[in-house]
């Protein structure tokens, strides 16, 4: 892997990383024209991959028939196939729900707060971190689905006029989860496509089978780069925005409402929601620098996911970890200072109770692992961001672990228990990842992993007045990117 | 039977959609655009492998409508959520199909109409259906999907994917005429220009 080191530091990676206020970095290094983003994304897609897809791809495929055979076992037996019983009746199936939903609030946070935002380095990472997001959902969906128990009516969580004259409870947090995580997916799905429309037209253009030419031809829907298209396409991108930015912050306070709504000591919080989105947030910016670091290294994108990118992740990253850690540290002043015996009681439980050993992973993982990213010299070495990143999944996880734990000291002394997951509990969450990485390296294989025109229109050629011509009825455009370009 | 086709003496010979002229840089475009617009031109347009800044000026095009289409469907979200809440938790029976009746019932002790608790709800089923407005609508407001278009008969066109620009005149234009608009584009710097058939 590389590292920045003294000799490749003076040519484009230097003015990348430079933080001279006076002008902007350049998004995109090396001598790219248009021509050649087109061909360095387009090939990923056209070409055979390598090896090590191969056997990536054959690995996740067995973590997933894992969890195909798993289901099927649950589906056959029965919940009790898992460790969840009373009082820990939510187990790993929430806790994993909770984890993977929250890894897919960086795609959408990326595409739509940083694009609102106007922060154009978005431009080289926001397709894949979408696709992470679509993927995180479906992960994320499947849980609650088979946690219901009898799955073949998992349909009754929908409203629909019925034969049995009954309609789901719309007081209920669980019932808010359907719609919050439904339209979440959806939106989702709808952003990431039309973002690829254009994509798929090039890769429709340079397709060279038949099958491949179908098959794009179609989901480009007829795309030809109109320019009475494209007025409408960044009219309806930058809503679809505007929508998808509450909508993000939306999803995991609903998630967070399923804990803060009920009476339970360590959950009746009302710091919850937002505690919740920093921790989506998270966990989310640690997954995209978890897949972003070794994709831009295997797959020769690092033109276009530049060194100035993956820094400004490891700062999102220090960024929110603090926030985090000032959640935790909220949560537990406010428990003491609440006064209320059981609330005091169930965060020394947390601590160092049965199960204290889960929040100290989760404090060193989440609050002060990510602080070495303070130091550049350490954020540009990549293994070790790389590791922080695995480790601030790993906290994240426990994060959830930990509140879901609360369960197991409730009011009454009596109904106490401890939690002790299953073999299937663990092959299910393994599995769960396989889902996850089959998606995704089946996304890499086909789909365009960089944004191709959107990484077009941060490029200084893209503006006018940065060409060789210059007419006088062509205004210079001063404004937007144009100033990215190396002086 | 189009127009077009009516007015051709021989049906089976191709249609001429009209002249498709190519150009290198954003720069070009954009003096060809301005030079298009200031000829007088109606049924033309521009293509290229990203949104152009200022095209849409050069162009003197209006705004879309595609905003008030979006309102719309998250006035139409947000009505339909606090209809079916309010009434399914908490309207009286009424004489209808038992399968649109309302289902009122006590939860511990909460009223009916809770209706602090329905926003969750009602929140994402408004921006479900801004979202669908504005991803419909913006297809359907650009005639997509289609399958075809007289320009894919061009091979020079599958750069517009990737590097090319192009300016389109369309042969139904009512200024058009075939060797002035070839003369018009060269004079404002293409690189190519091509006649596209309509062979469809």
């Not at chain 1, 929908?158 to 009954?166: D, G, I």
């Not at chain 1, 734990?405 to 299937?424: H, K, Y």
């Not at chain 1, 077009?456 to 455009?477: F, I, L, N, R, S």
């Not at chain 2, 339909?80 to 009434?87: G, K, L, R």
């Amino acid at each position: 892997m590389t590292t920045l080191t003294p000799d490749n530091l003076q040519d484009a990676a230097s003015a990348n990383l430079a933080d001279d206020p006076r002008r902007r970095a350049p998004l995109v290094t090396g001598d790219q024209d248009f021509a050649s983003v087109t061909e360095t994304v387009t090939h990923l897609a056209l070409r055979k991959p390598p090896r090590a897809w191969y056997i990536a791809f054959g690995i996740s495929m067995a973590l997933l028939g894992l969890l195909g055979v798993l289901i099927l076992y649950l589906i056959l037996s029965g919940v009790g196939v898992w460790g969840n019983n009373q009082p820990v009746a939510w187990g790993f199936p929430i806790v994993n729900f909770v984890f993977w939903v929250g890894i897919g609030h960086a795609g959408t946070l990326i595409s739509a707060i940083l694009f609102l935002f106007r922060q154009n380095w978005r431009t080289g990472i926001n397709r894949f971190a979408e696709a992470m997001t679509i993927f995180a959902v479906v992960c994320a969906g499947l849980f609650p689905g088979i946690h219901v128990g009898r799955l073949w009516l998992a349909y009754w969580l929908v409203p629909y006029p019925n034969q049995m004259a009954m309609w789901p409870n719309f007081r209920s947090p669980l019932l808010w989860d359907v719609f919050a995580v439904g339209t979440y997916a959806t939106v989702s799905l709808l952003f990431w496509y039309v973002g690829m429309i254009p994509d798929l037209a090039t890769l429709r253009d340079r397709a060279t089978t038949k099958i491949r030419k179908i098959v794009y031809g179609l989901l480009a829907l007829g795309w030809r780069g109109s320019n009475r298209h494209w007025q409408r396409f960044e009219k309806a991108y930058l809503l679809l925005a505007a929508l998808a930015t509450p909508l993000v912050l939306s999803v995991h306070s609903v998630v967070s409402f399923d804990f803060a709504v009920s009476q339970v000591p360590g959950w009746h919080t009302t710091i919850f929601p937002p505690y919740f989105v920093a921790g989506a947030i998270f966990g989310g910016f640690a997954m995209v620098l978890a897949l972003a670091i070794p994709a831009r290294q295997w797959f020769g994108l690092k033109d276009l996911i530049t060194p100035r990118h993956v820094d400004n992740m490891a700062k999102i990253l220090l960024g929110v970890g603090l926030m985090v850690t000032y959640a935790y540290a909220t949560e537990v002043f406010i428990a003491w200072y609440g006064q209320s015996p059981n609330e005091q009681f169930a965060f020394i439980n947390r601590a160092f109770g049965q199960s204290g050993w889960a929040y100290w992973v989760m404090v060193t993982c989440n609050c002060f692992i990510p602080q070495l990213l303070w130091f550049g010299k350490l954020r540009r070495n990549l293994w070790l961001l790389w590791g922080v990143a695995v480790a601030v999944n790993v906290g994240m996880w426990f994060e959830r672990f930990v509140i879901i734990l609360s369960l197991e000291r409730d009011f009454v002394p009596s109904s106490w228990g401890q939690f002790m997951p299953t073999w299937v509990d663990m092959g299910m969450l393994v599995g769960s990842f396989g889902l996850f990485f089959t998606l995704f390296l089946l996304f890499c294989r086909y789909l365009p992993m960089v944004a191709i025109a959107e990484v077009k229109t941060v490029m200084p050629q893209a503006h006018a007045g940065h060409g060789d011509k210059q007419y006088d009825d062509v205004e210079t455009d001063e404004s937007g990117t144009a100033d990215y370009r190396i002086p | 039977m189009t127009e077009s086709q009516v007015d051709n003496p021989t049906p089976d010979a191709p249609v001429t959609y009209g002249l498709l002229a190519e150009f290198e840089d954003v720069d070009t475009l954009l003096h060809a655009a301005v030079g298009v617009r200031d000829a007088g031109f109606r049924r033309w347009d521009c293509f290229s492998p990203f949104p152009v800044h200022g095209l849409n000026k050069a162009m003197g095009m209006k705004d879309t409508r595609l905003p008030r289409l979006v309102f719309g469907g998250g006035v139409a979200g947000l009505g339909i959520a606090v209809a079916m809440t309010v009434y399914t938790m908490s309207a009286d029976t009424l004489d209808v199909h038992y399968a649109l009746q309302s289902y009122p019932y006590l939860i511990s002790g909460k009223p009916y109409n809770s209706f602090p608790a329905f926003i969750p709800v009602i929140f994402e089923l408004t921006v479900l259906l801004s979202a669908f407005a504005a991803v419909f609508g913006m297809l359907g407001l650009n005639r997509l999907p289609r399958l075809h278009h007289p320009l894919f008969n061009s091979e020079r066109f599958r750069r517009a994917t990737t590097d090319r620009f192009f300016i389109a005149v369309e042969a139904d234009d009512e200024k058009y005429d075939e060797p002035a608009v070839r003369r018009l584009f060269e004079e404002l710097g293409a690189s190519h220009v091509e006649v596209i058939e309509d062979n469809d």
